[in-house]
């Protein structure tokens, strides 16, 4: 018999009966689509879609091919040829090499140059059901099909990203998670932490519940980190005083010196490790050779992982419903925000100096947009009319994004042939010109355009 102290209330009771069997129909109904032992892979492009990717006519693009020797699946009666990514990506670099001009070469091979930083861009807002999960992991794959090397980080507990990208969060361990990279106690090199996942060029760090585990690691690490600084600080300017006296000997003088010069550098390296959100930006130091562009997605708050993420970033992308609901959290969402750069700001000014603060663009994605809809359409015009950086492409709000998702795929992963054809044709072009839009932003920050 249990005694008082060890039962359950009745919401425990509820909640573990709920999660037990949520949990169970959302297993039956992920087997279905995609088995625990499944591996997943991306499909093959037809010539007419690999051609679109590289930005040449179907002719010039078999004809590349047929030099290099590729050998394409062939389907159908009429031979019809479908092509791996690994094989357009083998066209782009002959085009690139064959070309004499310069701006053609960077059209088929658009990989950054040695003169180029790699470029972060963070999905943000601390609305849930903004879609930045689905823009995050459809850009990424969208650069990745377009010949850019990519590294899509998840910084969202829940894990959405990592599941779209065929990984189940339950199942990353402690080593295999970005916490693994940004952990105070023995972090791992984020080249480690990486994975290759079935796209090629396309690698990901993985999130699940770990991750959520530094939420609680920054405070704290933030607040013991300020008490040793405290004390350095005074030792320092005890030492800097006795240097100051001018009485000293020159082997004494030295001694400080040296002492002063190991204090800085060791405060130096506490302020970066209190400066919580300079945390990502360290870590994918590591890596910043290996990749073009960095695609992050982030949880929906203004948490320490949010705030590391944007503090990362080169490029902010906000995305954001075209409803009144939304635009009055967006509005709560800058407000915050103005308060946490300030404050992330000054404290790198006076810790580091102004060259650790990362220049940043702002822009907004607006995301389920029902065209037909009157509210939504009033709303999109008053973003457009009264904020800056609006981006001119919509993601319209479309059933062929979540028919896809049932199936453990994205758009850019499916077939056509599963979806009613004006329909995908529809989100489709919708994603591309989005993404291109977001592309954009990239390559100006680059100074192509």
Known sequence: MKTDIDQESNILQHMRADHEALQ????SMSEAYFPPAAIKTLKRFSTVQAASWVGVSRAHFNKHADELGLAPELVGKSKQRFYTLSDINAVRQQLAQ?????????IYDPRRRDDEEVAVLSCVNFKGGSAKSTTA???????????????LADLDPQGSTSGMMGIIPERVTHDQSLYAAIRYDNPLPMSEVAQKTYIENLDIVPSGLWVADWEFDAPRVTTSTMDEERELRLRLAELE???????????????????????RVTMRGMSLQRLYFLRLQAALTDVQDNYDVVVCDTAPNL???SNAAI???NHLLLTIQPQMLDCESMAQYLMTSITHQEQYEA???????????TDKTLHYLITRFNTASTPQNDVTKILRGYLKNVLDHS??????VEEARTRQLTLYESDRSQFNPKTYDRAIESMNQANAEIEKIILRGWGRL
């Open 24 to 27: 169970s129909v959302l297993a």
């Open 98 to 106: 064959k070309t004499t001009s310069i701006e053609k070469a960077r």
């Open 137 to 151: 992991v459809h850009f990424a794959q969208y650069l990745a099909l377009k010949g850019y090397r990519v590294l």
């Open 241 to 263: 005083n006795n240097l100051a006296t001018g009485n000293l000997p020159r082997a004494e003088y030295e001694r400080l010196s040296q002492e002063v010069d190991d204090l």
């Open 303 to 305: 948490g320490y992982l």
């Open 311 to 313: 503090g990362a970033s």
């Open 347 to 357: 404290a790198v000014r006076r810790a580091l100096g102004p060259e650790y603060i």
């Open 395 to 400: 993601m319209v709000n479309t059933t062929a």
